[in-house]
């Protein structure tokens, strides 16, 4: 007969992630079933029984917290892994303090790393139940022996063939005993053993008896705290000792013991019963591992490091000192991951993992929390702040040096870097500060060092946290701005050298009900780091292409209409087919659909991207280089790319009446996209020397505020109807 099929409950409001869980899942052989939200989730919980729960945070009705608690209440047994789409730490920290096994950010990029999680989270349950079962097994089986023991001992009051008959059966309990039965002396000396002695040390019984326990019984103050323990209670129960076998190997076991006192002429003896319970410390052990240490690295997880945290936070405040969290991203890792696959993800990881610990401190502490991040605590870096910090900078920037440093990894050349947020504990002005918010503070800063261009050190001021604030404030709007329709297209100008409008850029703006316009430069990167950028930009696609529609339905032509493309959505692996999909359910004609890239994107993983490129090509797309010349700007890949267009940033036009070098820079960009075959858009033009100047090297199209600024959707289409000219002479 076939095992049971694993059962999973997956609770997620969005039907699109259940339906992909479901797929993905049900591939290897699971059951799997579905709930949209938390008061489903329970009842489904209670009625079917399963195996392991995908939980998300954020929903309707009941939200994922008060599902994890009531889970746990039910069946503290059952794992449970959240699968949610906040990447606040509080919120990681309360699911794990309220029985979450395990945190994954959606969406999801790699299912393996889900599948992953769930097979973790099934090991250890098959572990903690095997165990327990173990343990009830042979706790069943003293109470079996010792009742067999009391009723022989029992039948030795009555008459002489009865005493025969009750040694007998005696005799074939005792010789037959998994347990080691045992009689000594106070002074240690053996009376009586069983033969399954054998079992555990390797010498017979007879052997054994009279000589002295003690020579195996290697740790003096062990032995002297048994017979303590037998004088004081009379008794030891499950008593945890070290024997040492014949062969010399310390074998763990546990001794339940009584202290029977001289009676009748007989002497003081010790009596009771040794088991070996080295396989069931093996076990507590790997599960212990399981619940501490990281699978991948063997490094403290997060719920080590906030025990560690908090012992180092209480000694901190005890003995007037200071520590430090230094918070570690890896700078690109995922594109390393995603170019190379997750195997050699996983080895650059470890030598990180190695590189951290290579000098450290007894009393340090080295963490991944999960992905690329990775955590160093340092307890007692001085008794001034300003010590702490100088002595934390120093390590922090020892650290990026070795981490900075090449990898060999499965014959790969590989660099990477670190951008490192730095906390001091504990904070003067705030005595009410525990392990959550030193954790959130390092967090913060790392941001910080990522923002300030990455491979940065960053230690953490309030002020960084109000920013921090700020952003999360964005975050939960725009969770809501698509459904509530609050963000809009706005449309800018590109003309040809005579003026004519030849196209426009659609550029994304968010008109919030309360706070009014909020600008691109502090929700996109909100949106690209939260993962909203995905659902976003599939929507400014498809209101852009639906938008040339509209424009063609009335007689209106636009010769090309540019959408830009973020990294994360480019990157996706269905991305061609989403782009296929828009186009089809629109009508558009996709000759008059751009997509623009930026640099940075393109060299990441050159080959994914000339693959999609060329893909992008044969739906008849036009593609673009976004703010040319700011990256990676190279003829070895440029040639390689089936593009369209070359834009000119605007930072270089901005200066070139001002600046030779970057005049220089404009004419080669112009130059090199002409041998190439390529058109050439300016940005930024805003002067009419600037204009001249490009119009005289050969630009052919532009935009900016000379001509007009970005217009929303209204007065845009007013433009396309007058036909109007946009000015080429004097401003």
């Not at 005493?163 to 005799?171: F, H, P, Q």
Request: hydrophobic share 35%.
């Amino acid at each position: 007969m076939s095992e049971r099929q694993i059962r999973i409950l997956t609770i997620d409001d969005e039907e699109n992630i259940r339906d992909s869980f479901r797929l993905y899942l049900e591939d290897f052989d699971y059951q799997v079933i579905e709930a949209k939200n938390g008061r489903e989730g329970l009842e489904l919980f209670a009625r079917e029984k399963p195996d392991l729960v995908l939980c998300d945070l954020r929903m309707p009705e009941i939200d994922g917290l008060e599902v994890l608690s009531r889970i746990r209440e039910q069946s503290p047994d059952t794992p449970i892994i959240v699968v949610s789409g906040t990447g606040v730490i509080g919120d990681a920290i309360e699911a794990v303090r309220r029985g979450a096994w395990n945190y994954l950010l959606k969406p999801i990029q790699d299912l393996s790393t889900l599948q992953h999680a769930i097979d973790q989270a099934l090991e250890r349950t098959r572990l903690i139940r095997e165990n327990r079962a173990y343990q009830e097994h042979l706790e069943e089986e003293v109470i079996s022996r010792t009742e067999d023991l009391q009723k022989a001992m029992a039948d030795l009051s009555k008459t002489h063939q009865q005493i025969k008959l009750s040694e007998a059966r005696y005799r074939s309990i005792y010789e037959n005993l998994q347990d080691v039965y045992f009689e000594i002396l106070p002074g240690g000396e053996i009376r009586e053993v069983s033969p399954s002695i054998t079992q555990i040390s390797d010498y017979h019984c007879e052997d054994l008896i009279g000589t002295s326990i003690w020579q195996f019984y290697p740790r003096r103050d062990d032995r002297e705290r048994l017979l303590e323990e037998l004088q004081i209670h009379g008794f030891v129960s499950d008593y945890e000792i070290h024997l040492r076998d014949k062969g010399g190997r310390i074998v763990t076991c546990s001794i339940n013991a009584r202290l029977l006192p001289a009676e009748d002429g007989r002497p003081t003896i010790i009596c009771g019963t040794l088991r070996d319970i080295s396989e069931r410390k093996l076990a507590e052990a790997h599960i212990e591992r399981l619940a501490y240490y990281d699978a991948l690295t063997d490094l403290p997880n997060r719920r080590l490091l906030i025990d560690r945290l908090e012992r180092d936070l209480a000694r901190a405040r005890r003995h007037k000192h200071f520590g430090a969290m230094l918070f570690l991203d890896l700078d690109r890792f995922k594109n390393i991951n995603d170019s190379l696959g997750h195997q050699i993800g996983d080895e650059l990881l470890k030598e990180v993992a190695r590189r951290l610990t290579s000098d450290l401190r007894l009393e340090d502490t080295v963490s991944r929390l999960g992905g690329d991040e990775f955590i160093m605590l340092l307890a007692d870096m001085g008794d001034e702040p300003s010590t702490a910090a100088t002595q934390t900078q120093a390590k922090a920037e020892q650290i990026q040096t070795r981490l900075s440093k090449p990898y060999k990894v499965l014959g790969h050349d590989l660099h990477i870097t670190p951008s490192i947020g730095v906390a001091i504990f504990p904070t003067d002005d705030d005595p009410n500060e525990d392990s959550n918010d030193i954790l959130r503070h390092a967090d913060t800063a790392m941001y910080r060092a990522k923002d300030d261009g990455r491979d940065a050190i960053r230690f953490f001021l309030p002020s960084m946290q109000a920013a921090a604030d700020q952003r999360l404030e964005i975050e939960k709007d725009l969770r809501f701005a698509l459904q509530r329709n609050e963000l809009k297209l706005y449309f800018q100008p590109q003309v040809d050298q005579n003026g004519r409008l030849v196209g426009a850029e659609t550029l994304l703006r968010w008109i919030h009900p309360k706070k009014g316009f909020i600008s691109p430069a502090d929700f996109i990167p909100v949106a690209e780091a939260t993962g909203l950028i995905l659902p976003i930009g599939l929507w400014v696609l498809e209101a852009s292409c639906r938008q040339i529609r509209l424009w063609s339905d009335q007689g209106l032509s636009i010769q090309h209409l540019a959408v830009n493309v973020s990294p994360r959505q480019f990157r996706q692996p269905d991305f061609i087919r989403q782009v296929y999909h828009v186009i089809e359910r629109t009508g558009v004609d996709a000759n008059q659909l751009g997509l623009e890239l930026t640099e940075g994107m393109v060299i990441d993983n050159i080959n994914d991207t000339i693959d999609k490129m060329q893909a992008l090509k044969q739906l008849r797309v036009e593609l673009s280089i976004d703010d040319f010349g700011t990256g990676y700007s190279s003829l070895a890949y440029l040639k390689r790319l089936p593009l369209d267009i070359l834009k000119i940033d605007q930072s270089f036009v901005r200066d070139i009446e001002t600046d030779d070098g970057d005049a220089a820079i404009v004419e080669t960009i112009i130059s090199m996209a002409h041998h190439l075959d390529l058109k050439v858009i300016a940005e930024g033009v805003e002067t009419i020397f600037e204009l001249d100047f490009l119009n005289q090297r050969g630009c052919e199209i532009y935009q900016g505020y000379y001509f007009s600024r970005p217009l929303p959707e209204k007065e845009f289409t007013c433009l396309l109807k007058s036909g109007q000219q946009l000015p080429l002479g004097e401003s």
